[in-house]
């Protein structure tokens, strides 16, 4: 699995496609607490971890179904810390989830201003 992270608006979406050969249809974009492993790429991996209860367990139990994935996931951990209590957990989670994957990784990435900064 190849993990790509960076900041809003930093040009991950276009990073994937142009070093990957991701095409339109093979992008799932999150938007709700279900994912479609049979697309090559997943992105807004942060909106799943918003709506899924328990997101790393979540990718625990469907190891076997991204293995081959590139996952897109925005840096939500830097900043201002939330002042609601759900923005905070949703923070809290999408960092753990993060952590989780980039132990799984085969490579990470961060796009910083259409730039790749190979973390792994």
């Not at 996952?71 to 999408?94: H, S, Y």
Request: aromatic share 10%.
């Amino acid at each position: 699995m190849i993990l790509i992270i960076g900041g809003a608006y930093q040009g991950k979406l276009d990073f994937a496609k142009e070093q990957f050969g991701i095409t339109e249809a093979d992008i799932h974009t999150c938007a709700d607490g279900q994912i479609d492993f049979s697309r090559r790429c997943i992105d807004k991996v942060e909106a799943f971890a918003a709506c899924h209860p328990d997101p790393i367990g979540y990718f625990e139990e469907n190891r076997a179904a991204w293995q081959d994935s590139i996952l897109i996931l925005q840096d939500i951990f830097c900043g201002v810390v939330p002042m609601g209590a759900e923005n905070r957990v949703w923070r809290q989670k999408t960092g753990r989830l993060a952590q989780y994957l980039t132990r799984e990784a085969a490579q990470v990435s961060r796009i910083f201003c259409g730039l790749e900064q190979r973390l792994k």
